[in-house]
């Protein structure tokens, strides 16, 4: 009975730490959304843009692919002036549109953030999977890191 109860104890000990501990990855993930987090353009609002939906780095994963944060619109103006509108702030805030690494759907810049180059992704993918909840031709914004 008493290696039972000593078995027992150890056991919890164990858990209770494991459950406390969070791996390197994690930590490096946790610090880098929370620099991102402060960008500005990580909480902007504008004129006919509706934020509908926001995802970020799942922090409970022990080993988190890195940290981003994705938010979704609804657009009430035209796709072409709500692009516009998102790289003119991200642009007065520091981030350099980066047209040589963009595509006919994503739009680049960059930023140091943290002592990192951030990357802004301005997605016009009507069909992102990030924003299937976004009614229209949605458009996503996601800040990561490369």
């Known amino acids: 009975m008493r290696q039972c109860i000593s078995g027992l104890l150890a ?6 730490l494991l459950a406390g501990c969070q791996t390197e990855s994690q930590r490096n993930a946790a610090r880098k959304l929370k620099e991102l987090e402060k960008e500005g353009i990580a909480t902007a609002t504008w004129d006919g843009l509706t934020l509908t939906e926001t995802e970020k780095t799942d922090l409970s994963q022990p080993k988190s692919p ?16 709500a692009v516009e509108t998102i790289l003119t702030t991200a642009e007065e805030q520091g981030w350099q549109e980066r047209k040589d690494l963009g595509t006919d759907t994503t739009i680049l810049a960059e930023k140091q953030v943290g002592g990192e180059v951030a990357t802004l992704h301005v997605n016009t993918d009507a069909t992102a999977p990030d ?6 031709r949605p458009l996503m914004v996601t800040l990561t890191y490369m």
């Open 11 to 16: 056991c919890g000990v164990a858990v209770t």
């Open 66 to 81: 890195g940290a981003y944060l994705t938010r979704c619109y609804e657009l009430s103006i035209p796709h072409e002036k």
């Open 131 to 136: 924003c299937a909840n976004t009614k229209g």
